[in-house]
């Protein structure tokens, strides 16, 4: 007999015929255009995000070695056209377009990662004048990094030696295209600056010919132009033909256009420096002569003065005026002392007068009389005070409580409380008790009982 029940699968199962299925009806390469959402990047390097229009989600996943391909920052909410195919992920049961190309949608991918690349670093001040170091007005030692091979190096030797034959120049060479080019350059930057202070260099120029976007990428790369801002080094960026710019021209101290313009920005032309030399020495020697003839007139004008035809003369005068300033200063001197005798004379006179040791005698016979009765009333004030102080410390013996131990009584404290025992309610039954007799003796005792004696008359 037939039977009818349906076949049980498990849910492996199932994700397993679905995403066999899948693989059999879809084309294994599909391109699907939407719009980003719920971008992340893992810490693996992995993306996952969702594309969306307007009635439908479709989740995704790009492998971080898929994702190294891209030069633009993916951003929630940006067009894209993503190709890959359809798979299932079994775990979640669900189906999800795993992604190995991804560009903008309308724009070049290179362009729109060229753009937002400028954004972010000019928002940085990477490109700020304030940060950019001046040339060299006389560079004698030039580092060139470029591709040995190409053509822009024998442009950019030509345009120098053409002008200022006196450069060395020192050639590091370095891809400048390809994946790890900008990595390259980056590095041989870093190599030279940090060798600067044995190879000596004075400037460096950093480029390429002209080409399309894709093969001028390495100069847009961060890597890159963050090595020509942190240079010691003056850079000079000389990439591509007229029209084209890069990010590495946005950054350097200064921007050639092309390969043999960078030489021209590089170094003087000889001629012109020549040329000015001279005219500076016609300055130097018109302007010498001039001051030549100047001192020639005042050294004749000066030989001329009074001084030069009788030069003892400013001395003696000197001398003249030293032997007068002499004699004046020995006639203050004789008046000055002739005054002083004067005044001590008067003075001698008038101590005379007054006869100083009959005023002496007096006035010591008075001090002695003053000092023999300041004596007494001292010793009076003393034997007055010593009376009271002896009065008052008979009245604080008097008043000692410990005064009255002598004639038999005795002070009674609580040993815990420490106070005085006046009444029947400052102890409590096996307290202990401490008496103080005179002679500073002690008696320790217990307390057993209480108990109050009415002592009462009896008829």
């Excluded at 949608?105 to 729109?112: C, F, N």
């Excluded at 928002?123 to 030039?142: C, D, N, S, T, V």
């Excluded at 040995?148 to 891809?175: E, H, N, T």
């Excluded at 890597?223 to 946005?250: C, F, Q």
């Amino acid at each position: 007999m037939r039977s009818n029940k349906l076949k049980i699968y498990t849910v492996t199962q199932i994700n397993r015929l679905v995403k066999a299925a899948i693989e059999e009806i879809l084309p294994p390469k599909m391109v699907v255009s939407g719009e980003i959402s719920n971008w992340k990047r893992h810490s693996s390097g992995h993306c996952y995000f969702s594309l969306k229009d307007q009635d439908s989600i479709l989740p995704c996943t790009m492998w971080a070695s898929d994702f190294k391909s891209v030069k633009f920052s993916p951003e929630n909410g940006m067009a894209v056209l993503a190709t890959g195919r359809i798979d299932v992920y079994p775990p979640q049961g669900k189906y999800q377009l795993y992604v190995d190309k991804l560009e903008p949608a309308g724009i070049g991918a290179l362009q729109l990662a060229f753009e937002q690349m400028v954004r972010r670093l000019e928002a940085e001040g990477l490109f700020e004048q304030m940060h950019k170091k001046p040339l060299p007005p006389y560079p004698q030692r030039i580092g060139i990094l470029t591709s040995q091979s190409g053509a822009a190096v024998d442009d950019i030797k030509k345009s120098i030696w053409d002008r200022w034959p006196c450069a060395k120049l020192f050639l590091y060479p370095v891809p400048v295209q390809g994946e790890d080019a900008a990595e390259k350059i980056a590095a041989a930057l870093r190599d030279v600056n940090g060798r600067n202070h044995k190879l000596k260099i004075d400037v460096l120029i950093v480029g390429r010919g002209g080409g399309a976007l894709e093969d001028l990428w390495a100069f847009n790369e961060e890597v890159l132009a963050r090595a020509i801002y942190n240079s010691k080094i003056p850079v000079i960026s000389a990439v591509g033909h007229e029209m084209d710019t890069t990010i590495a021209d946005l950054v350097a101290d200064a921007r050639a256009s092309t390969p043999t313009k960078a030489g021209v920005t590089a170094v003087p032309d000889m001629l012109e420096v020549l040329g000015q030399l001279a005219h500076f020495e016609e300055n130097l020697r018109s302007k010498a002569q001039w001051k030549l003839e100047l001192c020639c007139e005042n050294l004749n004008t000066f030989l001329a003065g009074a001084i030069f035809k009788n030069p003892l003369l400013p001395v003696q005068n000197r001398q003249q005026q030293l032997d007068e300033l002499c004699a004046k200063l020995t006639d203050l001197i004789k008046e000055t002392l002739a005054a002083v005798r004067n005044k001590l004379h008067a003075g001698y006179v008038q101590i005379v007068k007054i006869e100083p040791h009959r005023l002496l005698g007096k006035k010591t016979v008075e001090l002695s009389d003053l000092k023999n009765r300041t004596d007494t009333a001292i010793r009076t004030i003393i034997n007055r005070l010593q009376i009271q102080l002896t009065a008052q410390a008979n009245h604080l013996v008097g008043l000692n409580p410990k005064a009255v131990l002598t004639r038999g009584y005795s002070i009674t404290k609580n040993k815990s409380t420490g106070l005085l025992v006046r009444c029947l309610d400052d102890v409590q039954p096996a307290d202990l008790l401490i008496t103080e007799l005179a002679g500073e003796n002690l008696i320790e005792s217990e307390v057993k009982t209480k108990q109050n004696i009415t002592v009462r008359n009896q008829d």
